[in-house]
């Protein structure tokens, strides 16, 4: 079974810090991989996603995520935090199913 | 390109009582997808629907909670005799096709029960 660990629920940086937020995965198959951003009260969306294809992934608002399977991780990067970073991200595993599989989440927060 | 739609994005309900939360996917998209958030927690998967069909409620729970994606319409998540453990925000998703597609997901409908 496909499985998402993120280690930290909680991060914070400093305005114009490097942000590293941690997602490693199960899987017996190669899986398609997903970040999301969740913002207080309001639903998800997509930062970027891994395919198969680069395993350097370029996402919205300056992420990027490399998928590294000796390691099984997939960790979201950002090279200098900014206060609209500040939110809930979520990473997320599919594997030949039609059903996203969640991680608990990491609480970015960002200090001025 | 209206997103996914759900409502209402608040519903507060009494023990007992039942919730009917709305999702209406995105232009022309016919997969949906629901999950739930429980306080503090990841998203759980509950249901994939295609119009008219069920194809995955692995993740629903046995009683009080159903699903369903008619042809005309949004989909409709039904919980009847709602607990204060249902209290929860539960999210829809739509993508244009099945397996590894995108879903785009709605804004949720945070249910309270009292």
């Known amino acids: 079974a496909q499985s998402v660990t993120q280690l930290g629920s909680h991060v914070s940086v400093s305005e114009g810090a490097l942000v590293l937020l941690r997602c490693n995965y199960s899987s017996s198959v190669p899986p398609y991989l997903f970040w999301y951003v969740q913002y207080p009260n309001q639903g998800l969306q997509l930062l970027l996603k891994?395919?198969?294809?680069?395993?350097l992934v370029k996402g919205i608002n300056g992420f990027e995520a490399e998928f590294k399977k000796s390691e099984t991780s997939f960790h979201l990067t950002k090279p200098s935090a900014h206060m609209s970073d500040a939110a809930e991200y979520f990473c997320?595993?599919?594997?030949?199913?039609?059903?996203?599989?969640f991680g608990t989440g990491t609480r970015l927060q960002v200090f001025p | 390109n209206a997103g996914v739609m759900q409502n209402p994005r608040h519903l507060v309900r009494r023990r007992g009582q039942e919730a009917r939360l709305r999702c209406s996917p995105m232009?022309?998209?016919?997969?949906v997808y629901w999950y739930r958030q429980l306080p503090e927690e990841g998203l759980k998967f509950m249901v994939y629907?295609?119009?008219?069909?069920?194809?995955?409620e692995s993740g629903m729970p046995k009683e009080r909670f159903s699903a369903e994606f008619p042809k005309e319409g949004p989909s409709i998540l039904r919980i009847q005799q709602v607990v204060r453990g249902d209290s929860a925000a539960y999210f829809c998703?739509?993508?244009?096709?099945?397996?590894?597609?995108?879903?785009?997901f709605g804004p949720g409908t945070r249910l309270t029960v009292l």
């Open positions: 232009k022309g998209h016919s997969h």
């Open positions: 891994y395919t198969s294809a680069a395993t």
């Open positions: 998703a739509s993508s244009l096709r099945r397996g590894t597609d995108t879903q785009y």
């Open positions: 629907l295609q119009k008219e069909n069920i194809i995955d």
């Open positions: 997320a595993v599919s594997v030949n199913t039609d059903k996203l599989i």
